[in-house]
């Protein structure tokens, strides 16, 4: 008895001295939101207020000293999510995460973002404004990378500090960049179809853009397998412990439509969900300038902000700015390849990859006139058929980071527009709204067409030169509205209007969003902040309920089950709400999962189904192939000597679902609740490891709203019935210009990276609720409920 005691004793005795040493390591590593701090190179004394969610607002005598405590606190929130996005680009995770990266680093090294970077930096003026913020920006990261601790992630995987520099500023732009380009998931799998099957089953893909009925409006071969292509880089986002960026909304309404009368400007960029989330929010004063931005890790300036004079946002554009060219070898010699002028010899860029608890490996990368071949890069690519990549990014001068500078400081709407047009890539919709009542939108990027009209839907023609003859455009060509006579702009991802008869070509998501967002904007000429706030959080599909009678309309209603008719009474009655207590979500993903499978995987394959279910063409196609009664994709080709019919696949996948649902959630389809299959959790990298994820990860939750909605929860289809959401909103802003100082935002998960800080997802709920914070403008308020860190400058 006594041992037992005595062992008790002990067991208590370390188990307190462990909490103990928890408590002081968690105090050690939490980020400083007061007190006092010195630091080099700054001239004056800079305060920094932390309100209630731990945005900091930065007050300082001059820039300069600004963007060093802006790089401080930043880093001190952000330090792991910023070594992540700096590793992406030259191939450097699987230094921190072994081989399991090796597929990751060896397609980023390759596609010459790095050299793209170099060029950018070499040409930089030195004695710009934009340079010299940067360096202060980089100077206070460093700073606290000397002086603070490192993050937990850091100690758990063995990273050593290193100092930042400008390439690794350049290089996650240039990550950002690629993850917007659609083009990579889509040309290669359709090349394949037409090669397969011909451009009869390419009818229902609507490749001329004429799904896009509902359009911004101006105001001004071989038959190698392709697919792997998009297999390969479609899985590589998709596993790459940095969300890709995928879609957005935003809509600014002129002050004729609002109650007010002054501007409102919406926007909510959708980007996979990750914890730490996307942006980090800042308010940065000083005697000559004021801004509230949304900042990328490791990036100087915001690409979201705002302040009392102007606002601004982004969407993506989604145009074509990726081209694959089929290159071919010299027989005699597969260092050369075929030009129109004869061969010419291949550049080899030589990378070394390190690879924890592994040997180095040495990659020989080629390079045709078009860019990178890809069969050096992934893994299924025959190596005598080379593909190589055109980007745009990576071959035209790369002024980003003043294009950023200029959006983030334009004292006018001409600055601003300037600023706009310095983007080459990637193509983004550049949102604007102000205080004297202007709205507007330009869509960004050195946009260019194929004089010989080549069909960049698929691998283009690399040897001959009949693909090459490109005309760019001037940028007074790209699509634009300003002030228009509708009285708001807005942007949902979807096609823009023709300019001079021409339809930029583009991998433009459907229409669903697009007419939802107009025909509520259409409605009514009162808009206020609260009505704003629920139209951003808005769960209806308005292409939904139209689908569903599609369906329905194919169905032969009576040889139908008890549980089926129920069913269709629930589907008949929706109006398109993707709300928790909703039935009809459920029942309708399960149905068009099934009709999509049923319908195309018996050509694709399981891989290429899977891929495409990946792709904006999946969406698009979906409630246009329906109405195509005579569609050769209806036949299910791995049936002998029968041509199933429109009919016969509607009801075979209608029936199936009821069964799946039955299975999955119980009999009553009353149960079937959206609650119970759309769910979301926040995933560290860290955390998919079972043990660490109640730490690192955050949630899960049940969430409202779906794929294609303005609140764009988005997801996969999966066999097992749960939509699991990849990503969404991942800023929520509403801004009023007549009352400034209440504007609104919210975040996923929280401010902080760092999961021993009290904001690391002190937002969750609010977010998931559809609520929202303050965006602090006003000083005594700001003071009131914040905590106070004051950095001075070093003595010497």
């Known amino acids: 008895m006594r041992i037992l005691k005595r062992v008790l004793l002990i067991f208590i005795f370390l188990l307190i001295a462990v909490l103990i040493l928890f408590v002081i390591y968690r105090a050690y590593q939490k980020p400083e939101y007061e007190g006092e701090i010195y630091l080099k190179n700054i001239q004056k004394e800079t305060i920094v207020y932390f309100d209630e969610f731990g945005v900091p607002h930065i007050y300082a005598k001059n820039s300069k000293d600004a963007m060093v405590a802006l790089g401080y606190v930043h880093a001190q929130d952000r330090l792991w999510q910023m070594e992540l996005l700096r590793r992406i680009v030259p191939g450097r995770l699987s230094e921190i995460f072994g081989s399991v990266a090796l597929k990751n680093d060896k397609f980023f090294a390759g596609l010459g973002i790095e050299e793209a970077s170099q060029k950018a930096i070499a040409d930089l003026d030195k004695k710009s404004p934009a340079y010299q913020l940067m360096m202060g920006y980089l ?15 850091f100690k758990l995987l063995g990273i050593k500090k290193d100092k930042f520099t400008v390439q690794d500023v350049y290089n996650i732009f240039g990550y950002m960049s690629f993850s917007f380009a659609m083009a990579q998931k889509t040309d290669p799998l359709l090349t394949d179809i037409r090669n397969k099957y011909g451009m009869d089953y390419l009818k229902d893909f609507g490749l001329e853009g004429q ?3 509902t359009q911004i409006k ?9 697919a792997v292509i998009s297999q390969s880089i479609a899985s590589l986002l998709d596993k790459s412990p940095v969300a890709p960026f995928v879609g957005s909304n935003s809509w600014v309404i002129a002050p004729p439509k609002t109650k007010n009368k002054k501007v409102i400007f919406a926007n909510d960029p959708h980007i996979g969900f990750s914890q730490p989330g996307t942006w980090y929010e800042a308010h940065i004063e000083t005697p000559d300038f004021e801004l509230y931005g949304c900042y990328l890790a490791g990036a100087p300036f915001p690409l979201l902000g705002h302040n009392h004079e102007y606002a601004y946002g982004l969407t993506m554009f989604e145009n074509d700015d990726v081209d694959f060219y089929q290159e071919e070898n010299n027989p005699e010699n597969s260092n050369q390849y075929k030009t129109k002028n004869g061969f010419q010899e291949y550049e080899i860029r030589k990378k070394i990859i390190k690879v924890k608890d592994s040997a180095d490996v040495v990659l020989n990368i080629k390079i045709s006139q078009h860019g990178p071949v890809m069969n050096d890069l992934l893994v299924g690519l025959k190596s005598d058929k080379p593909v190589a990549m055109s980007w745009i990014y990576t071959q035209h001068p790369n002024h980003n980071i003043e294009a950023i500078y200029a959006l983030s400081h334009s004292k006018s709407v001409s600055e601003f527009e300037k600023g706009v047009s310095l983007i080459h890539s ?3 919709n550049v949102m604007y709204g102000d205080a004297k ?9 050195k946009l260019y067409k ?7 839907n698929f691998i283009l023609n690399g040897s001959e030169g009949k693909d090459d003859n490109l005309e760019y455009l001037d940028f007074s060509k790209n699509p634009s509205a300003f002030n228009p006579s509708w009285n708001y702009v807005y942007s949902a991802n979807n096609q823009p209007e023709a300019i001079d008869g021409f339809v930029y070509p583009g991998y433009y998501l459907p229409e669903d969003r697009a007419k939802r967002i107009t025909q509520l904007l259409n409605s009514k000429s009162n808009w206020d902040k609260s009505s704003v706030g629920e139209m951003i959080n808005d769960n209806t599909s308005a292409i939904a309920p139209e689908m569903v009678k599609k369906l329905i309309s194919n169905l032969n209603l009576k040889s139908l089950s008890k549980t089926e008719k129920e069913a269709i009474i629930v589907l008949k009655l929706w109006k398109g709400t993707n709300n928790l207590e909703d039935v009809a979500p459920a029942i309708y993903n399960k149905w068009i999962y099934l009709y999509l499978k049923n319908t195309f995987q018996d050509e694709l394959g399981d891989e290429k189904f899977k891929q495409f279910l990946g792709t904006h063409c999946m969406k698009q196609i979906t409630t246009r192939q329906i109405s195509s009664k005579n569609s050769p994709w209806w036949d299910d080709i791995t049936t002998k000597n029968k041509k199933e019919t429109r009919s016969e696949i509607v009801t075979k996948s209608f029936e199936e679902a009821v069964i799946a649902l039955e ?8 149960e079937w609740k959206w609650e119970k299959v759309h769910t979301v959790e926040y995933q560290h990298p860290i955390g998919k490891l079972a043990l660490l994820r109640p730490f690192f990860n955050v949630g899960p939750y049940e969430v409202s709203g779906s794929n294609e909605v303005i609140n764009n929860q988005f997801f996969d289809f999966a066999e097992d019935g749960f939509y699991k959401v990849k990503g969404g909103p991942s800023s929520r802003r509403v801004i009023d210009f007549s009352d400034i100082e209440n504007s609104w935002g919210i975040l996923p998960t929280g401010q902080s990276g760092n999961p021993f800080s009290k904001h690391y997802n002190d937002q969750a709920e609010l977010y998931n609720s559809g609520k929202f914070r303050k965006m602090k403008l006003n000083k005594k308020e700001i003071i009131q409920s914040s905590t106070k860190l004051v950095f001075y400058p070093v003595k010497n």
């Open 139 to 153: 100077d206070g990261i460093n700073q606290y990378i000397d002086e603070g601790p490192a993050p937990v992630e």
């Open 211 to 213: 799904f896009n009925t």
């Open 218 to 226: 101006n105001a001004k071969q071989s038959t190698q397998e392709y």
């Open 426 to 428: 990637p193509g983004l």
């Open 437 to 445: 009542g202007n709205v507007g939108w330009w869509a960004t990027g």
């Open 450 to 456: 194929h004089r010989n009209s080549a069909n960049t």
């Open 663 to 670: 299975k999955q959630l119980g009999s009553l389809s009353s």
